[in-house]
């Protein structure tokens, strides 16, 4: 793969929540633990800095309630963070059982994505999948 400017990196991920106090409160647990810190709260979106790219969480609009693809509503296949270490994926998989978060699939190596590639999937408060993983390959190239 070649090397790509910063100008071609995922600038911001934009959620939408349907109980923005459920939903941040969720996200500052996982995000934490993957180097993210809460830097923006209102009662329209609260926002994430740390890694690449920016996390932003809106409140859903209720006006789009019946549109689940209109602006403000969930919904995407997946998001992937980047954990700095296995010990980071298993801490996130613990977070998620002691806060009862529906796992999706437990801490795993998924070789066929690359070499001790390791990961846990879940969901946050509103469905959406989100998966935490440790990637040596990615480690190595920094």
């Known amino acids: 793969m070649e090397n790509r400017s910063r100008a071609s990196a995922l600038h911001h991920l934009a959620i939408s929540g349907s109980d923005l106090g459920v939903s941040a409160a969720f996200y500052d647990a996982v995000l934490a633990i993957v180097g993210y810190t809460r830097t923006v709260t209102s009662e329209r ?6 890694p ?17 693809h209109a602006t403000g509503q969930a919904g995407w296949h997946h998001a992937a963070f980047l954990a700095g270490s296995r010990d980071d994926v298993d801490a996130v998989h613990r977070l998620l059982v002691d806060s009862d978060s529906t796992i999706l ?3 795993a190596e998924y070789p066929r994505y690359s070499d001790g590639y390791y990961a846990v999937y879940f969901e946050d408060p509103d469905g959406l999948k989100l998966e935490v993983a440790f990637i040596p390959a990615h480690h190595e190239q920094a």
């Open 45 to 50: 979106v609260c926002a994430w800095t740390g």
């Open 105 to 107: 699939d437990a801490p």
């Open 52 to 68: 690449d790219p920016e996390i932003l969480l809106y409140r859903t609009l209720e006006e789009n309630a019946d549109d689940r």
